[in-house]
């Protein structure tokens, strides 16, 4: 059964850190690309941060050089460490796969204050 279960999010305040962690399970990561959405109220999901199968990394704009993905193959777990959070940064955050999703978790709230 194919699963995706994000977790590590939180409020903090403006300039601080979270990582987020999502597990899958069903698929192994290693040879997908993976990526890091965020979806804000009111608006669409988009797509902040992507892993591919070689390990190379591309970003939004707006994250690069704050935020960070990585994997780890072993334990079948895509990570997000996001640094300097601005309020901007508020919104849900759910992981997928960016070349064919499958269903989708339930996600991680991230709020941050100003």
């Known amino acids: 059964q194919v699963q995706l279960v994000e977790s590590g999010g939180g409020l903090v305040q403006a300039g601080g850190s979270l990582r987020l962690s999502c597990a899958a399970s069903?698929?192994?990561?290693?040879?997908?690309?993976m990526g890091w959405y965020r979806q804000a109220p009111g608006k669409q999901r988009e797509l902040v941060a992507a892993?591919?199968?070689?390990?190379?990394?591309n970003y939004k704009d707006s994250v690069k050089g704050r935020f960070t993905i990585s994997r780890d193959n072993a334990k079948n777990t895509v990570y997000l460490r996001m640094n300097s959070l601005k309020p901007e940064d508020t919104a849900v955050y759910y992981c997928?796969?960016?070349?064919?999703?499958?269903?989708w978790g339930q996600g991680t709230q991230v709020t941050v204050s100003s």
């Open positions: 069903g698929f192994i990561i290693s040879i997908n690309a």
């Open positions: 997928n796969r960016p070349q064919g999703w499958v269903s």
């Open positions: 892993i591919r199968s070689d390990g190379s990394t």
